[in-house]
């Protein structure tokens, strides 16, 4: 939780210094939300779908805040559809990642899973490669 946090201040300080020239306060905080949007993107890269889940509900909450009963700026838009891009992707991720780790556990699907790795084996010394042993 502490990287989370620490990520939010990084991805506040630099949103306020991209909105560093603008007069208003809103003008920053729509900043930060389309910044945390991009790293919330950038965050499933990674597999890091906790992050992109917090940083794409960051954004969201960022360009919310940045209304105050005006219209919402470009900046703000860009932010709520990164972030909830982020968010949606986020939990497929996780979904798919939970449904793998399922399917890998159940001992009904060993003798699957061991003839994928025997093609996998197969193909790879084919092309002159082997797999990694743990």
């Known amino acids: 939780m502490k990287k989370a946090a620490f990520i939010l201040a990084l991805v506040m300080l630099l949103g306020v210094a991209a909105g560093c020239g603008e007069s208003n306060g809103e003008a920053s905080v729509q900043s930060v939300s389309m910044i945390c949007g991009i790293f ?4 499933l890269c990674c597999f890091a779908f906790p992050l992109a889940i917090i940083l794409g509900v960051g954004a969201v909450c960022f360009a919310i805040i940045s209304k105050r ?3 919402f700026y470009a900046t ?6 990164l972030g909830v891009i982020a968010v949606v992707l986020g939990i497929g991720e996780f979904v798919y ?9 159940d001992p009904a ?3 699957l899973i061991n003839e994928f790795m025997e093609q996998l084996e ?3 010394q084919q092309q002159g490669q082997s797999l990694p042993t743990v």
């Open 40 to 43: 919330g993107i950038l965050c």
């Open 69 to 71: 009963g005006q219209p």
């Open 76 to 81: 703000a838009i860009f932010g709520i559809v």
């Open 97 to 105: 990642f939970m449904a793998l780790s399922s399917l890998v556990k």
């Open 109 to 111: 699907n060993a003798a």
């Open 122 to 124: 197969q193909q790879l």
